[in-house]
């Protein structure tokens, strides 16, 4: 079955410990993105990465990491969460359409809260 | 930059009766167009998608949208609805020209189905 999966679906931490959330994709996409969604803000995009090794800035990626070493995986790193931090986080991939994004899968989505 | 709006963050019918969803997007170029649905607790599932290919598209569950150039729209409809068509729906708009690398997502419109 064609999916991505995201783990943790629910993660509740402390401000200023490390924490990762794993992205995995079956469907061999060379595109992966991160994105956050915030009451009213709708979904915005933290990071993106077109293949692996490559990755680049979204609209709002203060306070995350992300790397791509293999091209099914592309975990989200927060070194240092803050409260603001406290989202639903979803991570989504995609084929290629020229050199524009086709119909992006995303995963189930992972609650975070940072107290 | 990209945009799109979606005018109306919560619409409310009754089940039966049309449903209609408001978006527009800003591009200088004829985009890709998306709607997204998600349903409580869940990730986002595209509903359809216009890809410079027939300006009516029909999705999933009965739903369709038209792109509208002139008036740079991309409205969904669905003509009677359902209570299990209560979610919320997202818009998003890719450039498939210059090498623009993402998805923007309009703020969501909650679709309530009253009896």
């Known amino acids: 079955e064609a999916q991505v999966t995201q783990n943790p679906r629910y993660l509740i931490t402390v401000t200023g410990k490390k924490l990762t959330v794993t992205c995995s994709q079956n469907?061999?996409?060379?595109?992966m993105s991160w994105y956050r969604q915030d009451p009213g803000l709708g979904l915005r995009q933290i990071y993106y990465?077109?293949?692996?090794?490559?990755?680049d800035k979204g609209d709002v990626p203060e306070g995350y990491k992300v790397s791509r070493k293999e091209k099914r995986n592309f975990p989200l790193i927060l070194e240092s969460p803050s409260p603001n931090q406290t989202s639903l986080y979803f991570c989504a991939s995609s084929s290629l359409i020229g050199q524009g994004i086709g119909e992006q899968y995303f995963g189930p989505g992972t609650r975070l809260t940072v107290t | 930059a990209q945009s799109v709006t979606q005018l109306g963050s919560h619409v409310s019918v009754s089940e039966g009766a049309l449903v209609l969803l408001r978006c527009n997007y800003s591009s200088s170029v004829p985009p890709y167009l998306f709607w997204y649905v998600q349903y409580p607790n869940q990730g986002l599932q595209l509903l359809l998608k216009y890809t410079s290919a027939a300006t009516l598209v029909k999705g999933i569950n009965g739903f369709e949208a038209e792109f509208k150039k002139s008036e740079t729209s991309f409205h969904l409809t669905k003509p009677s609805a359902h209570m299990s068509d209560a979610a919320e729906y997202f818009c998003a708009v890719s450039d498939h020209n210059g090498g623009y690398n993402k998805l923007i997502f309009g703020a969501g419109t909650r679709l309530a189905v009253h009896p």
């Open positions: 990465s077109m293949n692996v090794e490559v990755t």
């Open positions: 469907m061999n996409h060379e595109y």
